[in-house]
Each structure stands twice: as C-alpha cells, then as structure tokens.
C-alpha cells in the first residue's frame, strides 16, 4: 500500500506498448483510478479456458492474446479499460422475479430489440462506446502522438490535424457526427478530404460505427435478456439500471477524471480491494445457482439458502461505503489505523461468505466440482 500502484507497476512491465501508453497522462490517470476506485487487477489467465472472462461490471482486467500483434492487442487494453471505468447499464430486473423464474426452471425471452426498454438500452450502450472510443482514437494520440507509429492506418487524430481539428472540442464535435453517420461540412468541403484517400476512406469506416454498434447493442440485449442471473448483479449494484442517471455519469467522466487529485489514495485502493472481492462473491453466487439448478430439484431451498449469503454481501458492501466515506486522507494517525482494522474486518467477513456458499452448495453438488470452485482464482 506504500509502493503506489500495482496495475501501472504490471502494465510497464507486460509490454513496451503499455509502458508507453502510459505517457498518456489521462492513461495512466485512468488506471490510477481503476485500481483505486473499483479494485480492478491485471491477471495473465494460464489456462485457454479462463480467457474468455470479460466483465466490465466486475473489473477483473484479463490479459488476453490478441495474436502476434502486441501493439494493437495493447492499444486496444487502453479502450476497454475506459470502458471499465465507466461501468455497464442493464434494464430493471427484480430478484423477486428471478426467484420465481429459478424455482419454476423457466428461462426468460429475450425481447425483441425495439421499444422503449430498447431504445434505453441502445443510448446507454452507445454513449459509453462513444466515450471509450474518443479516448482511444484521439485523447490516448494527442497527449502522446507518438503512439501513432504503431497504427498501420491513419489515426483519426492525425486525420483531424490534416483538415486543420487540432482543438479537442472540435474533435469531439466531428467524431460524434460521424458517428451518427454525418458527414460534417468542415470536413466534406475541406481541401484535404478531397485530395486524400486515406481520410476519405476512415471518414467512410467511421461514418458506418452507428449500425456496426446497433449490431452489437442487438446481440447485447439478447443476451441480457436471456440472462437469469443479471437481478444478481443488479442487487449488488454492479449494473445501473437508470438510464438517465447512467447517461449522466457517462458523459462527465472524462471531466471527473481530469480533475482527479494526483497521488495514490491507499486506504481507499483497499477499500476497492474489498469491493471487487464482494463483486467477485456475488458472481460465485450466481455460479452456485447455475450449478445446483441442473443437481437439485429442491431449487426453492437452495434459492433462499444461497440468496442468503447475497444478502450479507449486500449487507457488507453497506458498511464498507460507510468506512469509504469517512476515508479523508492518507497521513498516517490513529483514526486511519482504525479504518485499516475495520476494512480488514469486513474483507474477512467477505472471505467468510465464500467458505459459506461453497460449503451449502457441497451439500448438492459433487465434491469435484465444489472443489474447483473452492481454488478457482478467475471466474468462469
């Protein structure tokens, strides 16, 4: 807790495209952030199997192979870690009405993508893309061009300094036009546009990110329609289920994050240690359910006994903002010692619940199984 932060420590030692991102001063602000604030952990998965985990709402970053290309697979981390801080949005789903459907075995339906819950959905998803992609087509290139190198095409930040955009309002201005699939008069009557290719040809690419992000906005709301287990996540408070509320912190992020004081805060980062640990309990739980669902028929006693242990997550996670609000500096003093004591306390109630779920679900699920939940390190 004294060295300062782990994630950048990680990050400069994976690759020299990370260290160099790094430069970044909004970059490295960002991960500073994400380990302070929400516990997020860099873990290099060994096994083919543990690749697959990305969660944005569990902050768990996986240091997954993108191939041989080691530039891009690191440019790309920079993207998804802006998509980390900002959080996921899902629509309203009651634990009541997840009891039910687990007790009846009933699967839900996803909607069909149209209506007004849809069309929520859609605007939540797509500003937190827009805002991870500004970031990392243009803000991670102005406050260090050299990056640039690593990109075989043009970049739209160089793209923007050849039609004469070297302001970041006006940036922002062009890049969410394109991305409603205009075409903005500065740019199609500008001299450059049309002498180059290259800036016709990503000006193109861009103008077609509305549909592209509609596509995956679709496949994203079957599958949260599908998913039992989001009223879960949604008690946990991993998910906002407020579009309006979720619009809003969206679009100030950037500007929090800019005003973010320097320095590591340590009592804090512990803090969101243990918050990630409750987040990363909550998943167990839903697992313990997928499981037990298909070895047990008595699903309402299993139901209660295990949404029992989500209710002292919650409980947990209650008191621990209480401790996090009372955090007021990083000097070390008696009143300080007591809130290390007391976050200590609580992380070792969260390890309690872990011992505790596994130990009701080894009551219906074959001990090999519960084994491996037991010593599993990254969800699955």
Partial sequence: MTRGSTVLRRLRTYSSIEAEQLEAPTYARLMTHL????????????????????????????????????????????????????????????????????VADEDPEPAPPEGPAFEAFARALEAAEDEATFFSFYTLFDEHPPLARHVPKLTFHAALRALGVDDREAARAVFDALCRAELPARVREHPVYAARADVRDLCTYMLGFHEYHLGDIRRAWRAAGKDLYRAIFVRLGLYETDVERYLASVRGFSARLADTPPGFPALAAHAANVRLEIALRGFDVAKALRLC??????????????????????????????????????????????????IEGLAAEVAAVHRALWDSAAKVLPAEVVLEERARTLPR
């Fill in 293 to 342: 669902r298909t070895h047990t028929k008595s699903r309402a006693a299993t139901c209660r006994e295990f949404l029992g242990h989500l209710a002292v997550l919650v409980d947990v996670q209650r008191r621990l903002e209480a401790v996090e609000a009372r955090i007021l500096d990083a000097e070390l003093s008696s009143r300080n010692e007591r809130t290390f004591e007391q």
């Fill in 35 to 102: 380990q302070a604030r929400h516990g997020v952990r860099i873990v290099y998965p060994e096994r083919p199997e543990d690749r697959g985990f990305f969660k944005a709402a569990f902050r768990v970053f996986m240091a997954d192979d993108r191939g041989g290309d080691r530039a891009l697979q690191g440019l790309h981390w920079s993207h998804d870690a802006f998509h980390f801080a900002l959080g996921n949005y899902t629509p309203a789903v009651s634990l009541e009405a997840f009891v039910a459907a687990y």
